[in-house]
């Protein structure tokens, strides 16, 4: 079973879009994730015409900033956000939990409100014919395993996206998570590191790397876990850390080639 396999353009802010997607189409992708500015993009008709010239779709927008604010004007510039995902097309609208909060521990109110947030999120999402999808992340305001179960039993709407790697230096086994988040999950992220630190405050501090060039996730047991629960949604790959002089969109979209090769060659 082959996945649809995307690219997170985490780094792109201001890229020359076209040639740099004809890139990663020549690297091998199905589609990629977006970032960048509307402004950047321009209107969706403009982005469709683009991505249809490089053959490859924008597979997922993201959010600006989360749900966890509640403030009129930040929760209306998503919502423009989630219309141009729509109107673009993507299959899915990524977010990822704010900053803990200065001063204090997290509290289950703080992921009450944040839920919450996020529920009204889906709840406008659902009316584009849209869903979205909650992206776990170390270092935010859910940061551990049982914060993670909290926030998520406290979604309806909102679905999920797995980062195994996030999930990995959390002490969840990355398949495992799948499977028991199975009913939630529609759509994937694969990333990686060589090593990673924690300081004292309890923040992680990994060395991204290439996916496959690690040697802590088992991306073989990964898909393993997704074909038994039958996925079928994209299933996106994160680069590793920049290479000073290479960094631009193509020359990374160029090096991701290997990436690819990888993840074809076990399976994916």
Known sequence: MEFKLGYSTLRWQEPDLEPALEALKKAGWDGWEGRMSPDWLGPPSRLRRVCENAGLPMAVYTASGSPDVTDWAHV??????????????????????????????????????????????????????????????????????????????????????????????????PADSIRDFRSRLNYMHLQDYTFSSRDESGRYDPVWCDVGD?????????????????????????????????????????RSQKTFAFLRRIGY
């Open 76 to 173: 209306e510039r998503n919502r423009r956000r989630m219309e141009y995902a729509a109107e673009a097309g993507a299959d899915c609208f990524m977010f990822m939990s704010g900053a803990k909060p200065a001063g204090r521990p997290v509290n289950p109110d703080d992921l009450i409100a944040a839920a919450e947030g996020a529920e009204a999120w889906a709840e406008f999402a659902e009316t584009l014919g849209l869903e979205i999808s909650y992206h776990i992340h170390t270092n935010t305001l859910v940061d551990s395993v049982a914060d993670w179960k909290f926030y998520t039993g406290r979604l309806r709407k909102a679905k999920l996206c797995i980062d195994v790697s996030h999930a990995r230096l959390w002490g969840y086994d």
């Open 214 to 254: 690690g040697t802590d996730l088992d991306f073989a047991a990964i898909r393993k876990a997704l074909v038994e629960i039958g996925f079928s949604r994209w299933v996106t790959s994160c680069p590793g850390n920049p290479i000073p002089g290479a960094d631009d969109p193509v020359s990374e979209a160029r």
